[in-house]
């Protein structure tokens, strides 16, 4: 099911907190959003579940109209929002049973669908309990279950891992991806190796405008531009006639040594180019001992770093 974001804007007095933005999100894709607080990612999400209307544009979800239709639009989402409303006083079966009627679970189904959830979230040992009773990580986990005990044909899960444990992580994200097969899913999160584990595209938003959007490895190679290399030498004589011989070659743009890293230099090629062959060339030729050639890439954190601040 897909979700289609047109020209979306929500404006509180003169601040935009989302500015004009327009994207979609299709059925069997896992989008990672992404932004700095107060960049407007929890304003979109809650334009797209409904819970706020926006100063202008439009969100469509399978060609159903948040203005027009927004009844069957909740009825389609699972929504697990940043600050997690639960009933404290309730245990987690009966919270779970009080949910899934809300949402019109047929009470011939709604016992199965809580054993399916209690098992697929983990709360087997808490399910007892009452959640005020429980630790962050197992009410996220509670959280969880009620976005998911209705089978929507989309999640939109906002810090889905807050307060969750090592081990706990990994299982949401084999569990948001295993999800991600069959339904649409909006993630966002702050946790930046989350997002390249777990999703197929990056969107970073930033000041209420959407200031990237691509697959991780895309968005690597764009902020990545020229080719750098780490290279380390051994039997190589002089510092400063390697230096000198490497930046003879046609294809070398730069060359600097690693400080306190004998033998160990970065090379930067040429804009388009690559200086891999003629580095080796250049070793077999001198009778150099290459111990290392590793390409460094742009990692997300600077690419969010560089697009997300001013």
Same mark, same amino acid.
């Given at each position: 099911m897909s979700i289609v974001v047109e020209n979306l804007t929500k404006t509180y007095g003169q601040q935009n907190a989302v500015n004009d933005i327009s994207f979609q999100v299709n059925t069997g894709e896992i989008l990672g959003f992404l932004g700095p607080n107060g960049a407007g990612k929890t304003t979109t999400m809650k334009i797209i579940t409904c819970f706020m209307a926006p100063t202008k544009g439009d *969100?469509?979800?399978?060609?159903?109209?948040?203005?027009?239709?927004?009844?069957?639009?909740?009825?389609?989402?699972?929504?697990?929002?940043?600050?997690?409303?639960?009933?404290? &006083?309730?245990? *987690?079966?009966?919270?779970?049973?009080? *949910?899934?009627?809300?949402?019109?679970?047929?009470?011939?189904?709604?016992?199965?669908?809580? @054993?399916?959830?209690?098992?697929?979230?983990?709360?087997?040992?808490?399910?007892?309990?009452?959640?005020?009773?429980?630790?962050?990580?197992?009410?996220?986990?509670?959280?969880?279950?009620?976005?998911?005990?209705?089978?929507?044909?989309?999640?939109?899960?906002?810090?889905?891992?807050?307060?969750?444990?090592?081990?706990q992580i990994i299982e949401i994200r084999k569990l948001i991806r295993h999800l991600g097969k069959e339904k649409t899913v909006i993630l966002s999160t702050h946790i930046l190796p989350e997002v390249e584990a777990t999703c197929d595209r990056i969107l970073i938003i930033n000041e209420g405008k959407i200031v990237a959007d691509g697959t991780p490895e895309t968005l690597r190679k764009q902020a990545q531009g020229?080719?750098?290399?780490? @290279?380390?030498?051994?039997?190589?004589?002089?510092?400063?006639?390697?230096?000198?011989?490497?930046?003879?070659?046609?294809?070398?743009?730069? @060359?600097?040594?690693?400080?306190?890293? &004998?033998?160990?230099?970065?090379?930067?090629?040429?804009?388009?180019?690559?200086?891999?062959?003629?580095?080796?060339?250049?070793?077999?030729?001198?009778n150099w001992v290459m111990t290392e050639m590793t390409p460094i890439e742009t990692k997300l954190e600077d690419i969010f770093r560089e697009l997300t601040t001013n």
């Open positions: *969100v469509r979800v399978n060609n159903f109209s948040i203005h027009d239709n927004p009844e069957e639009i909740k009825k389609k989402i699972g929504y697990l929002p940043e600050n997690n409303p639960l009933y404290y &006083d309730m245990n *987690v079966i009966d919270y779970l049973e009080f *949910v899934g009627e809300l949402q019109g679970i047929s009470k011939a189904k709604i016992q199965d669908k809580i @054993v399916e959830m209690i098992h697929v979230c983990g709360l087997n040992i808490e399910k007892h309990k009452k959640i005020g009773e429980l630790s962050k990580g197992y009410r996220q986990r509670v959280g969880l279950a009620q976005a998911m005990i209705n089978d929507p044909e989309i999640l939109i899960l906002d810090e889905p891992t807050t307060g969750l444990d090592p081990n020229n080719e750098m290399l780490r @290279v380390q030498f051994a039997d190589y004589g002089s510092r400063d006639s390697v230096i000198s011989l490497l930046q003879s070659l046609d294809t070398v743009l730069m @060359v600097d040594p690693v400080l306190n890293e &004998d033998g160990t230099f970065l090379i930067q090629s040429r804009e388009g180019k690559s200086s891999r062959r003629s580095i080796f060339q250049l070793c077999v030729q001198k």
